[in-house]
């Protein structure tokens, strides 16, 4: 059986290669020759037509453009995203003057997630606006966007004319009827039978004599370039139409995610040669024709069952998984093979069901990359927790979890598959990201490498599992760990642990350590109560943490007495301005409402400068405690910045180093 299909195979390569394939020459020779000249004429015409138009509309889309980047310039606009009610009546009034052409059909603006904030023409607010992709947030200066088929808001087609407010708070927005396109386009028709089409990825004008239709129907009947530029807008601009069902010419429309494309049917182009060539290819038909069913007598046990095979692995091929060889009329040994191949296929689906049906009932999120055909698996779960979209993507390129970590994450991750295909093991690890819904969320993944015989990588499976409730708890409670209950200050430890690192993150740049302690704490504590001096406590941590803000720290070092780390450079250079500040606000008093007393609380501090006064992060707060123990000694309720005859004057701090 095996040399019948060989001898078979071979007479089919000799009829093709002394018949049937000279005849296929001659007619490909004869139509290129029939057609070539007025394919040339009419792309030639089709390029200069579309070229013209094109410039014409992406002068339009400038204007507005340039409309909405002078809106986003207006304080109105900026302060409508904070206070909308506020602005309402200007809003209208500039609304009214922009849609007076007839064109504009609605000024929004809308918040920086894409939400709508105000419509001229009632959009309701909260409504994500069209015109703001995911996109939009990377621009910086006026876009426009794609094109809206009969938008739900404004029933008509529409495109969105958009500029970013200054600071990134939020878009302004004009709506334009895209008739004023539409009218340009049908008003551009050439030789006749040609007209001027402009698309996007999913609307295109003005095809077939539609004012819209989606891009998906224009693509099919067009060359895979062009498809491609319009899905992508990337591609070679001003490129001719040379086959397919038209002939004409496309192009980028400059400033847009527009293509234009000139359109001329093929089947117009050739119809003043028409007749001539139908006798030719009747005749060279007629002979294929002979040709071929010679071929497929002689052939036809072998060729049908493969070509039934070929047939149902491409049905598989592409997602219908259900799809069988068919055996009837097979001869044994192709039913005996495909008897085989529909075994594999049903192991193939019962194991992918498992796989799925684990997923499902449990919180594990499964994917799987595939090297040989770079495609990525994920689970239905894994779509709906995390919402990424993984066509594109590999484990390494960047498309993958890493797009949703932050730097630090994200190098861990690199490092992580670095080694996963080095050692082709398995690695674990755990990872901050961000979910669909633009949350935090923690995951912990295990992944491992399938090989082949050789040792090469085949497969990558990996199994995710959100850990952000542990995660956050055990976060919680090391945060808890590193502040004192009464003050919410840093507690001793983890102030030393920070400052520690301050130092050696300063880079030789001055920072300032103040010790500060309560005078005469004890005597409120006797003769208030302790829940007063409690209250004392919380009330001078707040007066310290006022002052400094996000610019400093300040840790409790137990009883009374607090430390402040100062690293901002002005605040260094005014520290003693800081100092007092905090001793007048101490002073002016803390109201007790259990004992109905005001408390004038007196303090003393001790002032130290790194590097100037040592560069040991334990030596230099001690260096703090000698100074503001020399406050004690000299009146109490000051400020004094160290000297080095203070080493002789020990704090409680100073004689625990």
């Not at 296929?24 to 029939?34: H, R, T």
């Not at 610019?551 to 402040?564: K, N």
Request: proline share 2%.
């Amino acid at each position: 059986m095996g040399m019948n299909i060989k001898v078979k195979t071979a007479l089919r390569a000799i009829l093709i290669g002394s018949t049937v394939l000279p005849l296929v020459i001659l007619a490909i020779v004869s139509a290129i020759q029939i057609f070539g000249f007025s394919k040339n004429v009419i792309s030639d015409e089709a390029a200069t037509a579309g070229a013209a138009q094109s410039a014409a509309i992406a002068n339009i889309a400038d204007a507005y453009m340039s409309d909405a980047a002078g809106y986003a310039g207006m304080d109105l606009f900026a302060s409508a995203v904070k206070d909308v009610n506020g602005a309402k009546a200007d809003l209208d009034t500039i609304s009214t003057a922009a849609k007076a052409g007839g064109s504009v059909l609605d000024i929004v603006v809308s918040g920086s997630d894409g939400g709508v904030l105000y419509s001229s023409a009632g959009v309701a607010v909260g409504t994500h606006f069209f015109g703001i992709d995911d996109s939009s947030s990377s621009k910086t200066s006026a876009f426009v966007s794609k094109f809206a088929m009969n938008e739900a808001s404004y029933k008509k087609n529409v495109f969105a004319a958009t500029a970013p407010l200054s600071g990134g708070e939020g878009y302004v927005s004009i709506v334009v009827d895209a008739a004023k396109i539409t009218d340009i386009l049908t008003a551009s028709a050439f030789l006749g039978h040609g007209s001027l089409v402009v698309a996007d990825s999913d609307t295109a004008l003005n095809f077939n004599g539609s004012a819209s239709s989606p891009s998906a129907d224009l693509s099919s009947s067009i060359e895979p370039a062009v498809s491609s530029m319009i899905s992508t807008n990337v591609g070679d601009a001003g490129e001719k139409l040379t086959s397919g069902q038209y002939l004409g010419a496309y192009g980028h429309i400059n400033g847009t995610p527009w293509v234009w494309i000139s359109l001329y049917p093929a089947s117009e182009a050739s119809s003043s040669v028409m007749l001539v060539f139908i006798v030719g290819m009747v005749i060279i038909a007629a002979l294929i024709l002979i040709c071929v069913l010679v071929m497929v007598i002689a052939t036809q046990k072998v060729i049908d069952p493969m070509l039934g095979m070929l047939s149902t692995m491409k049905e598989i091929n592409a997602g219908n998984h259900k799809e069988r060889i068919n055996t009837d009329g097979m001869g044994k040994e192709f039913a005996g093979m495909s008897n085989i191949f529909n075994e594999m296929m049903d192991e193939s689906m019962m194991s992918e069901e498992l796989h799925r049906t684990v997923s499902d009932i449990s919180d594990n999120m499964l994917f799987e990359w595939d090297f040989a055909k770079e495609s990525m698996f994920v689970s239905d779960n894994f779509k709906e927790k995390i919402g990424l979209n993984v066509s594109g993507a590999t484990l390494n390129n960047g498309k993958f979890l890493d797009s949703l970590m932050d730097e630090d994450d994200s190098e861990k991750y690199k490092r992580d598959m670095t080694n996963l295909f080095k050692d082709k093991g398995d690695i674990g690890g755990e990872y901050k990201i961000k979910n669909a819904a633009g949350q935090d969320m923690w995951v912990s993944m295990r992944a491992r490498c399938i090989t082949d015989r050789l040792g090469e990588v085949l497969r990558v499976i990996g199994v995710l599992t959100d850990i952000t409730s542990e995660k956050n708890a055990t976060l919680k409670l090391a945060e808890r760990a590193s502040f004192d209950f009464l003050s919410q200050l840093y507690n001793r430890n983890t102030f030393e642990r920070e400052f520690a690192s301050e130092l050696e993150r300063s880079t030789g740049k001055k920072i300032a350590a103040l010790f500060i302690d309560v005078d005469d704490f004890k005597f409120i504590n006797d003769r208030y109560s302790h829940a007063v001096g409690d209250e004392v406590i919380r009330f001078v941590a707040d007066v310290i943490k006022s002052k400094t803000g996000e610019s400093g720290f300040a840790g409790r070092f137990g009883g009374d007495e607090f430390v402040l780390c100062v690293p901002d450079q002005n605040m260094v250079e005014n520290v003693e301005v800081l100092s007092m500040d905090i001793i007048d606000d101490l002073y002016s008093g803390y109201y007790s409402k259990s004992v109905d007393t005001t408390l004038n609380i007196k303090a003393s501090i001790g002032i130290a400068i790194y590097p100037e006064h040592s560069q040991d992060p334990k030596e230099l707060v001690g260096c703090a405690d000698a100074a503001m123990y020399f406050v004690k000694k000299n009146g109490k309720a000051n400020y004094h910045i160290y000297q080095p005859e203070d080493s002789n004057l020990e704090g409680n701090y100073t004689s625990s180093i």
